[in-house]
């Protein structure tokens, strides 16, 4: 017997299924819980489009469908509308670098664009920005090349902090600007102060613990291997990845 134990469950399949796009008029569809558990397959693995097992049909349909829905936002969407459980109280960010595969690595040259890719001290390499809520689950995710400051990345995520919230991150969020949004919103930004800072923040250590969430979102996600290293030159198709990563940790945690 195959083991499929990187499929949809039955109550996962009851989750996204109302999500999907509707197709009254033209060919059916094929089978769509069939077509994501390829998709799933193939990011789980990290495995080329090509090698998708044939219980899960043609490799050409994971592919399109993927790449269809990815276009039509429809992977966003699902996200977006499973992560509406999301309070906001408490808010944790921070970002991981994954290594991005010779295979994806293979823009033109002189192209303006770095695909998100670019050099750090682990070579070529993608970073991904997280924001998670008080339970781990992600609520807004981008991508950058690897070697961006943290930073960067963490005000256009935080614009719908809510008053009263509590924002965690480590010393490299430790700006000027982030503490302002922080208090321009209403915000406590527990966050430890850097060496060379000469002014002093209230900090709760206490707090600060609860950080690890965000460190367990990335291990978790990192269990797919075609997450863990960037195997997809395009980085809308590679975020769109973590997005159904991201929703599918929503589900199990639901």
């Keep these: 017997m195959t083991r499929r134990r990187f499929e949809l469950t039955d109550a996962e399949w009851a989750i996204i299924e109302p999500l999907l796009p509707n197709k009254p008029r033209g060919v059916p569809r094929v089978d769509d819980r069939r077509t994501i558990n390829g998709i799933l397959w193939r990011f789980r ?22 790449v269809r829905w990815r276009k039509a936002g429809v992977w966003s969407y699902i996200l977006q509308e499973i992560s509406k459980a999301f309070d906001g109280d408490i808010v944790m960010i921070d970002s991981s670098c994954v290594r991005v595969h010779q295979h994806a690595a293979n823009g033109k040259k002189g192209d303006l664009d770095d695909g998100c890719m670019g050099r750090s001290r682990g070579g070529l390499t993608t970073k991904i920005h997280a924001l998670v809520d008080a339970d781990g689950r992600p609520v807004a995710l981008a991508l950058t090349a690897g070697q961006t400051h943290d930073s960067m ?17 480590d010393k490299a969020y430790d700006t000027n600007a982030l503490r302002a949004l922080a208090e321009s919103k209403k915000a406590w930004a527990n966050i430890p102060a850097k060496r060379t800072r000469k002014e002093t923040f209230a900090f709760s250590s206490w707090v600060y613990r609860q950080r690890n969430l965000v460190e367990r979102f990335f291990n978790k996600l990192k269990q797919l291997r075609g997450i863990a290293t960037r195997y997809d030159k395009d980085p809308l198709n590679f975020l769109a990845a973590i997005k159904l990563a991201a929703a599918r940790i929503w589900m199990k945690a639901l």
């Design 153 to 169: 990345m963490a005000e256009p995520m935080l614009t719908d902090l809510k008053p009263g919230a509590i924002l965690l991150a």
């Design 45 to 66: 693995t990290g495995s080329p489009w090509a090698d998708v097992p044939e219980r899960y049909g043609p490799y050409t349909t994971c592919y399109n469908r993927f």
